[in-house]
């Protein structure tokens, strides 16, 4: 294939296909259902963005002046904040925090902004949110994808992705591999980056998530350690694209000087709404309790029609499987046939070829009908 130009591959050429392009045939088959499609094959939140973040949105309106990449000290601050109050994390200042425009913009574009590229080595987790393979793939890395660290081999990886709680699976990590993980790394240089968008939608009081931040995991240092942060699920501002990324003052300080260059600066009123909603506990709470809500009927329903949930414990999402003999493939295509769209375990990796992601994100109605036909 040649470029634009006629010359080199195109930078698309190189990118894993999109997922969700080969669900199209099942989503048109889900929709001739009586009764409508319930699309439980993706995480996009459906309920109200809350109050306190429209507010501050409309009160910010009047925003004439560029924005700056760094973020508004205040929203620095109730970054600060919030890690503190909810992840326990100790000794993070304004300087090691960054706003940016989604966890997606960030995960995708963070190996070719810290200079990693051909004859580079990636690990991401076995089962993986496609996008850390798309952000090794635009930098020219190769990248892994095991759980284990001894199955690495001899190369050391410039980037070690953790996802805790997984998207796809929902699995926590406790904190002694987390710790494992850190020790790991940082005797051999290695950046950490963990992804940890899912944090506060946790369902099993005795396995909470643990961020890599916080002392018990990387004792009273953040070197060599970045976590991603996402606003889109906790506070249903997936619209408003709010997010941050924290950690090692060095590496936050080189993202900025290259997002700078490029222009990468979040709106000033998202700004002003996500600082109002990371200090506000009360909106999460609540819909903390719907997504709650939600998961239980389906789960239940999911088990009652014979399927197995497995993990599951945070995130949004019910990893399951029915058996070794029966694909992924087959299990969407028979959710399809009831109207349900969900996502192939396959798009996270070939360790799904026998699961399927089922996300509890859709309205109180449409959870529902599924759950009314997954019981016929």
Not at 194 to 215: K, R
Not at 274 to 288: E, F, G, N, P, Y
Request: aromatic residues 6%; charged residues 20%.
């Amino acid at each position: 294939m040649t470029g634009v130009f006629g010359a080199a591959p195109t930078v698309s050429s190189s990118l894993p296909d999109f997922p969700w392009d080969k669900l199209t045939e099942f989503a048109a088959r889900a929709r001739t259902h009586a009764d409508g499609i319930v699309d439980l094959s993706v995480g996009t939140p459906v309920d109200p963005t809350p109050e306190v973040a429209q507010q501050a949105l409309r009160d910010a309106a009047d925003s004439h002046g560029y924005p700056i990449t760094i973020g508004k000290l205040a929203l620095r601050e109730s970054i600060v904040g919030w890690l503190e109050r909810t992840c326990g994390v100790q000794g993070i200042g304004v300087d090691g925090v960054l706003p940016v425009i989604g966890s997606k913009e960030l995960i995708g574009s963070l190996a070719l902004h810290l200079g990693v590229g051909k004859g580079d080595l990636i690990v991401q987790p076995e089962l993986a949110y496609p996008t850390y393979e798309v952000g090794a793939a635009l930098a020219g890395a190769e990248i892994i994808a095991t759980d284990s660290l001894t199955a690495i081999g001899p190369r050391t990886p410039k980037i070690l992705w953790i996802n805790s709680p997984s998207n796809p699976t929902g699995r926590v990590l406790p904190v002694e591999h987390l710790k494992k993980v850190v020790d790991w790394c940082r005797e051999r240089g290695v950046l950490l980056v963990s992804d940890e968008c899912y944090i506060e939608c946790a369902w099993d009081e005795d396995n909470l998530p643990v961020s890599v931040l916080h002392p018990d995991v990387c004792g009273d240092s953040h070197d060599g350690i970045l976590v991603v942060q996402s606003l889109s699920k906790r506070s249903n501002l997936a619209g408003y694209r709010a997010a941050f990324v924290a950690g090692d003052t060095r590496v936050v300080a080189e993202l900025l000087a290259v997002r700078k260059n490029l222009g990468l600066q979040m709106p000033d009123p998202q700004q002003k709404a996500m600082a109002a909603a990371l200090d506000d506990d009360a909106h999460v709470a609540v819909q903390h309790a719907r997504y709650a809500a939600r998961r239980t009927v389906l789960k239940a329903a999911l088990e009652g029609a014979g399927f197995t949930v497995e993990h599951s414990e945070a995130s949004l999402y019910l990893w399951t499987t029915k058996d070794a003999d029966t694909s992924c493939w087959q299990l969407v295509d028979w959710f399809a046939d009831r109207g349900i769209l969900v996502a192939p375990g396959e798009f996270y990796g070939v360790a799904g070829k026998n699961h399927v992601r089922v996300a509890f994100t859709a309205t109180d109605e449409r959870v529902a009908a599924a759950v009314e036909r997954l019981s016929a």
